[in-house]
T-cell receptor, first 114, second 116 residues
């Protein structure tokens, strides 16, 4: 069964440092999503890509977060500088084009900022 | 705006008991999709079911069943004869049909603990 690959699985970083997460969606999935899940909460969308274009980044803290999907395949989410409040699970998901299809989520990157 | 409410923060049951997880949603879209996901301690989100707004038939899959009622904007999830392996956080989610934004709006989740 095809999977969404994410790395690293766990990341511990000091505040004010830079950190990056990588996501490789299922082959052929044009839509890619980054979600952030704070402990005890449901996931919230940070950014959505359609191919290499950003469709929605309204909830992305753009002063410190950036995301790119240069060739419309894999994607990188970066935080610089990291803050204590960024500690969370970062989930990547992908889906084919079209609203009738479901998502496939990756296993996530659990970030701890110390 | 879309909203999903899971009023039950935590539920604890003894193995073999039946348990129902509640989900109430809000949307202005006439076409929308409802989902349930399971999140075990390892963290990944496991897809359980997708239901579109045109299909109000209840669905059963093994020990799992779902009750969709548009009149009350609810999409409840029942586990029959619960097992310890069912222990996880369960999320209800909603996707509308507005424009090209197909993001999922999640509830805050219900932590289910099944005790032996």
């Amino acid at each position: 069964e095809a999977e969404v690959a994410q790395s690293p699985r766990y990341k511990i970083t000091e505040k004010s440092q830079a950190v990056a997460f990588w996501c490789d969606p299922i082959s052929g999935h044009a839509t890619l999503y980054w979600y952030r899940q704070i402990l005890g909460q449901g996931p919230e969308l940070l950014v959505q890509f359609q191919d290499e274009s950003v469709v929605d980044d309204s909830q992305l803290p753009k002063d410190r977060f950036s995301a790119e999907r240069l060739k419309g395949v894999d994607s990188t989410l970066k935080i610089q500088p990291a803050e204590l409040g960024d500690s969370a699970m970062y989930l990547c998901a992908s889906s084919p084009v079209g609203r009738t299809y479901g998502y496939t989520f990756g296993s996530g990157t659990r970030l701890t900022v110390v | 705006a879309q909203k999903v409410t899971q009023a039950q923060t935590e539920i604890s049951v003894v193995e073999k008991e039946d348990v129902t997880l509640d989900c109430v949603y809000e949307t202005r879209d006439t076409t929308y999709y409802l989902f349930w996901y399971k999140q075990p301690p390892s963290g990944e989100l496991v897809f359980l079911i997708r239901r579109n707004s045109f299909d109000e038939q209840n669905e059963i899959s093994g020990r799992y069943s779902w009750n969709f009622q548009k009149s009350t904007s609810s999409f409840n999830f029942t586990i029959t004869a619960s097992q310890v392996v069912d222990s996880a956080v369960y999320f209800c989610a909603l996707r509308g049909s507005g424009g090209s934004n197909y993001k999922l709006t999640f509830g805050k989740g219900t932590l289910l603990t099944v005790n032996p």
